[in-house]
């Protein structure tokens, strides 16, 4: 990462990277039983992109105007409280819901500054829980699902002292 830095006190200090991005796959085994036991949101393992730790977290029954309808993806922050105060990441990233049978891409893709206080961002309406869980879509294969999210960390704002 290269630094950006002001002689004015009141300018953020920057940092741009052009690292390429991470991919991160986790794969849900009995994928039912979340929702058969009422588990409203499922956290994947940690794994780190541009050297902050990062996590994918699911709603399987859905989030926010999803609830009942879609299944709900986001990108979360791991440890927000690791940032020095009021520092901001900005990340790309994409979601993606693997098929597992045809090899279609069900994604969406955004540009987001994390922080403390805004921890994760993603959509409450990803994919329609019908669509999600007609057999033969490739999504859901015996009780499987897998999920992938490849993050791009493009720069890092820190306000100075």
């Known amino acids: 990462m290269g630094d950006l830095m002001s002689d004015d006190p009141n300018v953020l200090s920057r940092s741009i ?18 929702t058969a036991n009422n588990i409203d949101r499922y956290e994947s393992g940690v794994f780190e992109a541009g050297g902050y730790k990062w996590k994918i977290v699911i709603y399987p029954k859905g989030k926010g105007s999803g609830v009942g309808t879609h299944i709900s993806l986001f990108l979360a922050l791991a440890e927000p409280t690791a940032l020095p105060p009021n520092s901001k990441i900005f990340a790309e990233f994409r979601l993606r819901l693997v098929d597992q049978i045809y090899g279609r891409d069900y994604s969406a893709k955004a540009n987001y500054w994390f922080s403390a206080s805004r921890q994760q961002w993603g959509w409450n309406r990803f994919l329609t829980l019908t669509y999600f869980n007609t057999p033969n879509i490739g999504l859901l294969v015996r009780d499987i699902c897998m999920v992938e999210a490849e993050v791009t960390i493009h720069g890092v704002a820190t306000p100075t002292t």
């Open 17 to 34: 990277s052009d690292t390429p991005p991470t991919h991160y796959m986790v794969t849900i085994q009995l994928f039912s039983l979340l």
